[in-house]
């Protein structure tokens, strides 16, 4: 369950460039690090020590890395691409089958996680200021056990 908050934190933030030709005005294209302390779990596991994410712009795909260090001192990593405009993507690492990402405006994007065809975990992330950005997970692990928090990020 660790892993799949962690997880959740990232793919929000993957889905969240407009464009390949606003990258440059793009606020979610970048490194990211997880601030643990302001971050606060209604319910699952705990989030990580710390992690990154980077996400970078690929063709019209948004790929998102992340690495880093989960509550329990296991490793974080995951790996994933999703169209800059929202649609279908695809999982390269992680415990998921699917990831579809959706453009709501220029600060807010939405990824949800697919696993045997069901829908599992929906994340809205909101980043205003292109500094910071405040993600809201909620759904099922891929355990099925259900997860919902608030994680904040900063901008490297």
Not at 32 to 61: H, Y
Request: proline content about 8%; charged content about 20%; hydrophobic content about 35%.
């Amino acid at each position: 369950m660790k892993r799949l908050l962690v997880f959740a934190a990232v793919v929000v933030v993957a889905a969240m460039a407009p464009s390949p030709l606003l990258a440059q005005s793009n606020p979610f294209v970048g490194t990211w690090k997880l601030n643990p302390a302001k971050s606060k779990v209604m319910s699952g596991a705990p989030p990580p020590k710390e992690e990154t994410v980077t996400i970078q712009m690929v063709g019209d795909q948004d790929q998102v890395t992340a690495n880093g260090t989960a509550a329990d001192g296991s490793p974080i990593s995951f790996k994933y691409e999703v169209p800059s405009k929202g649609g279908t993507g695809k999982i390269l690492g992680g415990p998921f089958d699917a990831v579809s990402g959706k453009v709501i405006d220029d600060s807010t994007r939405e990824v949800s996680y697919i696993k045997g065809g069901k829908e599992m975990l929906q994340i809205r992330m909101v980043s205003k200021d292109g500094k910071t950005a405040r993600e809201t997970v909620k759904g099922t692990d891929p355990q099925g056990k259900p997860v919902s928090g608030v994680l904040v990020w900063e901008k490297q």
